[in-house]
């Protein structure tokens, strides 16, 4: 089985977890759809000047802008995509692109500094701590809560297949359709839609991507989760409200 539910009862062994041997774990603990809702709409409101996308020339890497510039796509996304990055080394009064993208020269924090020491050293910024996200860190703490983000893919954007580093991924929904879909395997043949109120951790060396075939746009908090805390998220149960 490789979407595992009733996670409070499986035995999440670090073997097992490090494995390529599933996908997706549906968490038991779930989060108050109403107050996901209403965390998005004061990003996209009152702090709508913080989010970035592949068109902020002055704050990403000059190869980034203009190789979306010219081929409407980075990475293994295919079109543009909007985010807030909720976690960073420094405070900061800008938009703060991934550190991938993030152009050195305006963020000199990020240079030479590697993924792991970059997801250790980012925390929440002030401004984004409040409501939902706030009893989220009260109740799972930073260390589900690692390197956030919170990702807008509007409607017909697509994440290519590929696979990432072992550091796991706990994604939340803030905002989402039925037809935006998680896909899993070298084809894509494992298509997984995730629900608003509910939260996922998903195995990033497993071959994946994303497509969001809905009419509405699809919006995720994600987050690093370190291994050795997952068994104990598991086991959680209850509302988030």
């Known amino acids: 089985m490789r979407h595992l539910k009733n996670s409070n009862t499986l035995d999440l062994t670090t073997e097992f977890l490090t494995s390529n041997e599933w996908d997706v774990i549906e968490l038991d603990l779930t989060v108050d759809p109403v107050q996901l809702s209403e965390y998005y709409y004061k990003l996209k409101t009152d702090l709508e000047h913080f989010c970035f996308n592949f068109n902020s020339k002055e704050y990403l890497r000059p190869e980034v802008y203009e190789r979306f510039q010219k081929e409407q796509k980075v990475g293994n996304y295919i079109g543009n995509v909007d ?16 550190r991938f993208q993030a152009n050195p020269d305006v963020y000199p924090e990020i ?4 993924q792991m020491e970059f997801a ?11 409501g939902i996200l706030k009893k989220l860190l009260d109740t799972l703490s930073e260390r589900a809560l690692r390197q956030m983000l919170v990702s ?9 297949n590929h696979v990432d580093s072992d550091l ?13 879909v998680f896909t899993f395997g070298e084809n894509d043949e494992r298509v997984y839609p995730m629900e608003l109120g509910k939260m996922y951790i998903i195995n990033p060396i497993v071959p994946h991507g994303t497509f969001n ?14 291994i050795d805390y997952i068994p104990e998220v598991a086991g959680m149960h209850g509302n988030i409200e």
């Open 83 to 98: 985010a807030w990055s909720i976690s960073w080394p420094v405070e900061r009064d800008i938009p703060c692109p991934s």
């Open 111 to 114: 240079k030479d500094i590697g």
């Open 120 to 130: 250790e050293t980012a925390h929440p910024q002030t401004r984004y701590v409040f």
């Open 152 to 160: 807008r893919h509007p409607p017909g954007l697509r994440v290519t």
């Open 168 to 180: 796991k991924k706990l994604h939340i929904p803030l905002y989402t359709n039925p037809d935006a």
């Open 213 to 226: 075939g809905g009419a509405t746009e699809r919006v995720h908090l994600l987050s690093r989760i370190d």
